[in-house]
């Protein structure tokens, strides 16, 4: 039987004592902006997953607990989540063409939009995710919504402090962290290592193997921060993740065991350093930050999921992405403080100058390629921006932001396709914000988000492959695509209630989506029955994305805590029809389920020992615009008994309890079973199974 919230709610309602007259909600401070802000005095929907849900939900990757803010989903297609979703707006692949993300993805300041596969979370501090454009505060990679990871600060007092797990499927991570003065009261450091391993949850029968979707994931992370004065601090942060996962995740009879004898890989080697600089010359604060980025991917797969021979007119096929990619940033920005505000000191500011270059090289290895494929992609960015806060009254405030960006691309490839597009691209908000009486406030806001044109590449270089006038017509309609731009229009309430026990936010929305960007894809028979597949991005005239959401904690006594979340979103296109010839208008929109949820809580028994529990689902939802196959709702149910002290912690946790099978990735427009005569059917790949582990740590 299925569990439910009913069921979860009637598991924690055991008899608490009174509430202690002292205990109140802990306050959580959003960084993702120009200034630290309280979550509950922020004007926008925004989740914040703290250090402590990390650790009680074992997470070593964003995925294993993304799932708790509402409207937000994930696409794998690789060893781990690599796109993300927010609203229903987001990538869920990459091959040839190159990205431009829809999801801004940042690390410790360090861009890594696209790049989900490096989001491990040892020693972080928190997750943020904010809904809605950030056009102002991001620009481009960030239409619909920012990721923010803040991984732990260097501390005055001396730390250290290792942490172990150990799991099924040969699941094991360790990891240590130390902070502390080098300098009494001038120079302080943090440094964080940590190493992942897992057989993964695939059986490759034809090889006799249980580890050939494994996972061997490090994360290197270190930190100095220089007390320069009363009023300058420089913090430097180098950073260092290898991945070294296998990819074996389709099974041509839809289960958990495979025949491919090539299986594939999901490789990332990432190192990066960022340097920010905050001072306080006189009036204004500045702040100054430069990051640097290399990384190196190897994401390849057996593209017949099988092996010679398995079936008459069986076909061979291994397809590899070696990707580099650089990138650069500088930012400079100016904040007002007292004796700086403008009109008559009712109204705070900010200015500042942006910069961001990208360099990627690609090299495809393919079999139907007579030579391998070059391409390189070169994205510079310069972007102006400013925002002011203006007091109103006593009450009332209007926040106007506004980002004007320049972004310039130069594409050329091994097959003689080459474009430079330019576009000059602006984003904004207006917000009013009323307090009411207390710690509440509701607030009305309108934000515009914007996503870069672009040229097809892969379909520019497909018009002289083919003689059939129908598939030239379809080619040539795709050659290149407009940019998308986005308006929000966003009422919302955030308050605390019951002397602080209660926190509480709601966010309605209605997202006008104009010139929608949709991923789409041509395929086209081989005469050996493989599918040749020509990725492309397109225009729908137009889409809209609305919805709900509710987010709720509740210190219900000085014993049991609980919590609620609730997405709801509807989302269809206006007019749309894909490069097939399909009429999509009307339907919904992929990897946006009508509903999510997450609820839960921990009951303190005493003593340090506790129980924590926790139950999230989301409706059904199309895997892709350009088939039907849908992955079925989903209720997934996490538990945590522990015993914590000053020094010591240790747990025994389970991740889907029920052992429901569930499905982050899917293909339904190609066949790929030559035992079938490769007839058309869905594939999926399985999400994380039931996983029982124990974790400990020690303080020292």
């Given at each position: 039987m299925k569990p439910t919230p009913a069921m979860l709610a009637l598991a924690l309602s055991l008899a608490?004592?009174?509430?202690?007259?002292?205990?109140?909600?802990?306050?959580?401070?959003?960084?993702?902006?120009?200034?630290?802000?309280?979550?509950?005095?922020?004007?926008?929907?925004?989740?914040?997953?703290?250090?402590?849900?990390?650790?009680?939900?074992?997470?070593?990757?964003?995925?294993?607990?993304v799932n708790v803010a509402p409207n937000v989903n994930f696409a794998s297609g690789a060893s781990r989540a690599r796109f993300f979703q927010i609203r229903g707006i987001g990538e869920r692949s990459q091959f040839q063409e190159p990205l431009n993300p829809s999801i801004g993805f940042i690390v410790d300041g360090i861009d890594f939009s696209g790049l989900g596969t490096a989001a491990t979370l040892f020693d972080a501090r928190q997750v943020e995710i904010l809904r809605g454009p950030q056009g102002t505060y991001h620009g481009a990679n960030a239409l619909a919504g920012l990721i923010n990871i803040r991984t732990g600060e260097p501390q005055a007092q001396p730390l250290l402090r290792v942490e172990a797990t150990a799991a099924d499927y040969g699941t094991w991570s360790?990891?240590?962290?130390?902070?502390?003065?080098?300098?009494?009261?001038?120079?302080?450091?943090?440094l964080a290592v940590s190493s992942h391993r897992s057989d993964?949850?695939?059986?490759?029968?034809?090889?006799?193997?249980?580890?050939?979707?494994?996972?061997?994931?490090?994360?290197?992370?270190?930190?100095?921060r220089w007390l320069a004065g009363a009023t300058g601090t420089l913090d430097v942060t180098a950073l260092y993740v290898d991945v070294d996962n296998g990819y074996d995740a389709f099974s041509l009879d839809n289960t958990r065991h495979t025949l491919a004898d090539q299986p594939g890989k999901d490789t990332l080697e990432s190192t990066a350093l960022g340097l920010d600089w905050h001072s306080e010359p006189g009036?204004?604060?500045?702040?100054?930050?430069?990051?640097?980025a290399t990384t190196d991917s190897d994401y390849a797969y057996d593209e017949d999921w099988s092996y010679i021979g398995i079936a008459p007119g069986w076909y061979a096929s291994r397809d590899q992405y070696l990707r580099e990619r650089d990138s650069y940033s500088a930012q400079l920005r100016l904040l007002s403080k007292d004796g700086s505000r403008l009109f008559r000191d009712s109204t705070d500011w900010v200015a500042g100058i942006y910069y961001l270059g990208e360099r990627e090289d690609l090299q495809r290895r393919y079999t139907y390629l007579d030579s391998d494929f070059f391409s390189r992609y070169d994205t510079d960015t310069l972007a102006l921006f400013g925002q002011l806060d203006a007091d109103l009254g006593d009450r009332l405030t209007l926040i106007t932001g506004l980002r004007l960006e320049r972004r310039q691309t130069d594409y050329r490839d091994s097959n003689d396709v080459a474009s430079d597009p330019e576009k000059d691209l602006w984003g904004g908000r207006l917000v009013l914000e009323y307090t009411l009486d207390g710690r509440r406030m509701v607030y009305a806001g309108v934000s515009r988000g914007y996503r870069a044109n672009g040229v097809n590449a892969q379909i520019l270089a497909s018009r002289e492959t083919t003689d059939d006038p129908?598939?030239?017509?379809?080619?040539?309609?795709?050659?290149?695509?407009?940019?998308?731009?986005?308006?929000?229009?966003?009422?919302?309430?955030?308050?605390?209630?019951?002397?602080?026990?209660?926190?509480?936010?709601a966010a309605l929305f209605y997202m006008d989506r104009?010139?929608?960007?949709?991923?789409?894809?041509?395929?086209?028979?081989?005469?050996?029955?493989?599918?040749?597949?020509?990725?492309?991005?397109?225009?729908?005239?137009?889409?809209?994305?609305?919805?709900?959401?509710?987010?709720?904690?509740?210190?219900?006594?000085?014993?049991?805590?609980l919590y609620g979340n609730l997405g709801l979103l509807e989302t269809e296109f206006d007019q749309y029809i894909n490069a097939a010839g399909e009429d999509l208008s009307g339907r919904d929109q992929a990897h946006a389920p009508a509903y999510q949820y997450a609820v839960g809580g921990r009951f303190d028994f005493g003593q340090g020992f506790y129980l924590r529990l926790d139950l999230e689902g989301k409706d059904e939802f199309y895997f892709s615009d350009r088939h039907d196959v849908?992955?079925?709702?989903?209720?997934?149910?996490?538990?945590?008994?522990?015993?914590?002290?000053?020094?010591?912690?240790?747990?025994?946790?389970?991740?889907?309890?029920?052992?429901?099978?569930?499905?982050?990735?899917?293909?339904?427009?190609?066949?790929?079973?030559?035992?079938?005569?490769?007839?058309?059917?869905?594939?999926?790949?399985?999400?994380?199974?039931?996983?029982?582990?124990?974790?400990?740590?020690?303080?020292f």
């Open positions: 608490p004592p009174a509430l202690g007259a002292e205990a109140v909600l802990e306050e959580v401070i959003v960084t993702a902006g120009f200034r630290d802000t309280p979550l509950l005095d922020q004007p926008s929907s925004t989740t914040v997953l703290t250090g402590e849900d990390i650790r009680q939900r074992s997470a070593q990757h964003l995925e294993d607990i360790a990891g240590i962290v130390g902070s502390g003065p080098l300098i009494t009261d001038q120079l302080l450091y943090r993964g949850y695939i059986e490759n029968d034809y090889l006799d193997r249980d580890d050939t979707n494994d996972r061997d994931e490090t994360t290197v992370r270190g930190k100095l009036a204004v604060q500045l702040e100054a930050a430069l990051t640097a129908a598939i030239i017509q379809r080619l040539e309609a795709l050659q290149a695509f407009d940019a998308e731009y986005l308006i929000n229009y966003e009422l919302g309430f955030k308050g605390s209630f019951l002397r602080e026990t209660v926190h509480a936010r104009d010139d929608q960007q949709v991923k789409g894809s041509l395929t086209i028979e081989r005469e050996d029955g493989s599918t040749n597949f020509i990725d492309y991005t397109d225009n729908a005239a137009e889409g809209n994305n609305y919805g709900l959401e509710l987010e709720m904690e509740w210190l219900a006594s000085d014993r049991l805590t849908l992955a079925p709702s989903a209720d997934l149910l996490q538990a945590r008994l522990g015993y914590s002290t000053e020094r010591w912690s240790v747990a025994l946790w389970g991740r889907n309890l029920t052992d429901e099978d569930y499905y982050v990735r899917g293909f339904g427009s190609f066949g790929n079973d030559p035992r079938k005569g490769y007839i058309v059917e869905p594939y999926y790949q399985y999400g994380e199974p039931r996983l029982i582990g124990l974790s400990a740590s020690y303080t």
